[in-house]
């Protein structure tokens, strides 16, 4: 017997030991998360959401529309710069549509001061914005050991063998409410799930990269469903459900509680132009 082998049988135990402390016991799976829930932000301590109003929203065309991350009471892996980005990306699906007359986006420092759906009213007071999009996320992410782990450590060295299974789960929202009535107009989810193998040593590292890149592809997909939602519902409020509207004095809107068939003629349009402007982009 080789003094190599008989010197790994000697280590066995000790490094097995140093494997389950690195992560806590063999195909234990450690989990961590960071999320901002919206309903907890809009109904704090526990409060019941009462019961969906059946009154339709009255909306003054065109829309001014406040943006806004719901703040996060637990750890937080999203940086200020990757919300800002995420929130010009929301800001740029409301631009260029006729019914939007301003988008402003509010600092997240306002949000933190302001619970539940009184707070968000005083916040969109604040800013005279007609409707608010508020942008939350949950992600979650699993770091479990797997067999080959063991192998790894004991006979052929730390940076050699995939001995980790990383696991990311992510869920980007945007939910439109008409501050007037605090009533759901619509919403626009995003969603990513990716895994990957790493070394023990690589782990924080690959679950980081992983993190981060599931909240872009997440985002991109909200996006997308965003875009959606919002030529949804230009059609139902056409066709007078959702939402009763009529435009401003002076805007050069229709009248009355339907968008008039020019008006209708020039969304098309718009829509048309903006997503050829995509194509090319």
Avoid at 26 to 31: M, S
Avoid at 131 to 158: C, H, K, N, P
Avoid at 204 to 223: C, H, N, P, Q, W
Wanted: glycine share 8%.
């Amino acid at each position: 017997m080789s003094k190599r082998v008989i010197i790994a049988l000697i280590l066995l135990p000790i490094l097995a030991g140093c494997s389950s402390l690195w992560m806590g016991g063999n195909n234990e799976k450690v989990r961590q998360g960071a999320s901002s829930s919206l309903v907890d932000f809009l109904y704090p301590n526990g409060q019941v959401p009462p019961k969906a109003s059946e009154q339709m929203p009255y909306l003054s065309l065109p829309l001014r529309v406040g943006i806004a991350f719901v703040p996060s009471h637990s750890r937080d892996d999203i940086s200020a710069t990757e919300k800002q980005d995420l929130l010009e990306q929301v800001a740029n699906s409301f631009r260029d549509r006729p019914f939007v007359e301003s988008i402003d986006a509010i600092p997240e420092t306002y949000m933190r001061s302001a619970r539940g759906v009184q707070g968000m009213r005083q916040v969109a007071a604040m800013y005279d914005v007609d409707v608010m999009a508020l942008v939350s996320y949950d992600q979650i992410s699993f770091s479990s050991e797997r067999d080959s782990a063991l192998l790894y450590w004991t006979v052929i060295g730390a940076l050699t063998v995939k001995g980790n299974s990383n696991e990311v789960q992510t869920m980007i929202d945007t939910a439109v409410f008409d501050v007037a009535t605090s009533k759901l107009l619509f919403r626009a989810p995003g969603t990513h799930h990716e895994q990957d193998n790493a070394t023990l040593m690589d782990t924080g590292k690959e679950l980081r990269k992983l993190r981060s890149a599931g909240f872009v592809a997440a985002t991109d997909d909200m996006i997308v469903n965003l875009d959606q939602e919002l030529d949804g519902f230009r059609v139902a409020v056409e066709k007078g459900e959702r939402a009763q509207v009529e435009w401003k004095a002076g805007s050069g809107g229709g009248g009355g509680g339907s968008l008039a068939l020019p008006l209708l003629a020039l969304l098309a349009l718009a829509a048309i132009i903006r997503n050829i402007n995509r194509r090319r982009a």
